[in-house]
């Protein structure tokens, strides 16, 4: 059984940075796109960031410039560098791994984490 779990969320400063990571485990035979995507109460789930297999990197316009995405295959590992944090980030961040567990294909979803953004 495939789990993801996610770390790094908290309370921040505007200005201030969090990194999160999500690893997956179980029985995993090749991890394809990784993801981040954020609620904040009212609103819908929206992307935030994604990289593919090949490393290329997509953001929503509003984190463009302060959030950095990146990914260790060998630990199957994504992370979400987020800087010069404002209010507007805050939200549940939640990993998502499109990938191949068994003979089939799909996508898994972390636990969530919490961001919050206050002075």
């Known amino acids: 059984q495939v789990q993801l779990v996610e770390s790094g969320g908290g309370l921040v400063q505007p200005g201030g940075s969090l990194r999160l990571s999500c690893t997956a485990s179980?029985?995993?035979?090749?991890?394809?796109?990784m993801a981040w995507f954020r609620q904040a109460p009212g609103n819908q789930r929206e992307l935030v960031a994604s990289?593919?297999?090949?490393?290329?990197?997509n953001y929503a316009d509003s984190v463009k410039g302060r959030f950095t995405i990146s990914r260790d295959n060998a630990k199957n590992t994504v992370y979400l560098q987020m800087n010069s944090l404002k209010p507007e980030d805050t939200a549940i961040y939640y990993c998502n791994q499109y990938l191949r567990t068994g003979g089939a294909s799909r996508d898994y979803w972390g636990q969530g984490t919490q961001v919050t953004v206050s002075s």
């Open positions: 990289i593919s297999a090949g490393g290329s990197t």
């Open positions: 179980g029985s995993i035979s090749a991890i394809y796109n």
